[in-house]
């Protein structure tokens, strides 16, 4: 359950960096793609390590390509 409130949490902290005013068009749609990565893992409930692994690869994966262009 702690996993959970901690994905939840990430979430947050990324749909409130969205909500703000602070990034630009092109980073807030990599922003958004990292949150739907996020939510999809979510609702899995089968997922394994391999699982969890490749979605944090490609939550990073899209928040490098957003935050370092």
Known sequence: MQQIKELNAVLAQLRALVA???V???QKQEVEKAIETLRR???K???TRADMFR???EVAEN???AFLK
């Open 55 to 57: 979605c944090v690869r």
């Open 63 to 65: 928040l490098l390509r």
């Open 41 to 43: 893992f979510r609702r």
């Open 45 to 47: 409930p089968d997922s």
């Open 20 to 22: 703000g005013n602070n």
């Open 24 to 26: 630009e068009p092109g």
